[in-house]
Structures are given as C-alpha cells and as structure tokens.
C-alpha cells in the first residue's frame, strides 16, 4: 500500500477553515487519494476522495497538486462535530482486492 | 440514507468462548469487510469478502476467526476461542464498487475478561 503523511494532530479555531495537509510523495498514476474521518466512539466516515482535479461536497473540498504528491482536506467553517481523527489514504480503486487501510491520522482538536 | 448496521454493540465473553459479530451491509453492496480498533491504537484490517468468499485476509485473521454471509443479507465474524488480546472494537464496512465510498457501522466492542 502506498504511504501517506500527516501531522499528528492540529488544532483550529470554531468557524474558522481547517487546512488538512497530507504528503504523499510515492503516489502512483491510478491512485486515488481518499479522506476519511473518525469521530469520537463512532466508525470511520468517508468525507471525499479525488484523482487530479479538486473536489467539493458537502462535508469538505480536496485540493491536490499538481504533482498530485500531496494534497489538502479543507474544512470551510469548522465546528465542534468536526473534532475527529482525519485519515488520508491513498487507493487504487480498480483491483478487487485493494482495501483501505488506515494509518494513524491527524487528530483535529475544534477550540470553541 | 442507507446505513451498515451492527449488533450487539457491546459483547462481554469470557476467554475460550466462542463469539459472533453480526453485520448487515447495505443492500446493493458488493464487497464488505471486518476491521478491529484496540483501544487507542489505528483501525486495522482483519479481511475482506466478495462473491461469497475471502479475497484477502491479514496477519491477524488466523484460524481463530471465520467470516459468513449466511442469507444474503448478514455477514458475520466468528471467533471461536476468544483470547484477552481479541478485546476491541470491531467494524464492519461495505462498497458498492472499488470506485465507491466505503461505509462503516458503529461496531461492537468486544470485551474478553
């Protein structure tokens, strides 16, 4: 499985964006390059995953360089909900037995 | 929304006993997995199932543990002699397809005393 990096944790202020970064240097041309979230006492949450282009949804933007070896959750108005461990994960997407495994995150603190 | 659901959502066994973790996928999906989460530590892969057998399965899946689909709708995970290490949280997740999200339930805990 291709490797990711990312800070241990962060901290960010209620209502203000949250800028998650995450290298991944070694990134091949067919990875897919996927957010997921765990909150407090819950199962993983699929938050957005992307290719080449930057990706909007609901939850958060994914914004990937150029060179697609790293790549920014961005949380536009963080809120206390958004207090989680953040998990950027690098997939291939086509092979039947690819599966997401998980490294130890970015543990986000939300200060009210 | 569809949701992958678990039960029980805390298991108390004593060590040796057998135990099974029942899951029921979201009903389209294709292709589900056992994940465990010891206290504290990162979310680790156990095995994933596709077209009623294992695709892959990790160190930790060792003969102790066996995965069913018995109905088409439940998937479960068996441990049949529970050990003290065996103690965690254990996720269930499902994907329509290898270009989709996966979706996790809420787990159970499994506590071996």
């Known amino acids: 499985d291709a490797k990711t990096t990312q800070p241990n944790s962060m901290e960010s202020n209620e209502e203000e964006p949250v800028h998650l970064p995450c290298n991944h240097s070694?990134?091949?041309?067919?990875?897919?390059i996927h957010w997921y979230r765990q909150l407090p006492s819950q199962g993983p949450e699929y938050v957005i995953h992307?290719?080449?282009s930057n990706v909007n949804n609901r939850m958060a933007s994914l914004a990937i360089a150029e060179d697609r070896k790293s790549s920014t959750l961005i949380l536009h108005r963080a809120t206390l909900r958004d207090a989680a461990v953040y998990y950027c994960?690098?997939?291939?997407?086509?092979?039947?037995?690819?599966?997401?495994?998980f490294g130890k995150g970015t543990r986000l603190h939300i200060l009210p | 929304e569809p949701e992958v659901t678990q039960t029980p959502s805390h298991q108390v066994t004593q060590m040796g006993q057998e135990v099974i973790l029942r899951c029921v996928p979201i009903?389209?999906?294709?292709?589900f997995y056992w994940y465990r989460q010891i206290l504290g530590q990162k979310v680790e892969f156990l095995v994933s199932?596709?077209?009623?057998?294992?695709?892959?399965k990790s160190e930790i899946f060792d003969d102790q543990f066996s995965v069913e689909r018995p109905d088409g709708s439940n998937f479960t995970l068996k441990i049949r002699s529970t050990k003290l290490e065996d103690s965690a949280m254990y996720f269930c997740?499902?994907?329509?397809?290898?270009?989709?999200?996966?979706?996790f339930g809420n787990g159970t805990r499994l506590t071996v005393t």
């Open positions: 994960i690098l997939r291939l997407g086509m092979n039947r037995d690819d599966k997401i495994i």
């Open positions: 070694t990134i091949s041309g067919t990875d897919y």
């Open positions: 992307g290719l080449t």
């Open positions: 009903s389209n999906h294709l292709y």
């Open positions: 199932f596709y077209n009623n057998e294992i695709s892959e």
């Open positions: 997740a499902s994907e329509r397809d290898k270009y989709s999200p996966l979706h």
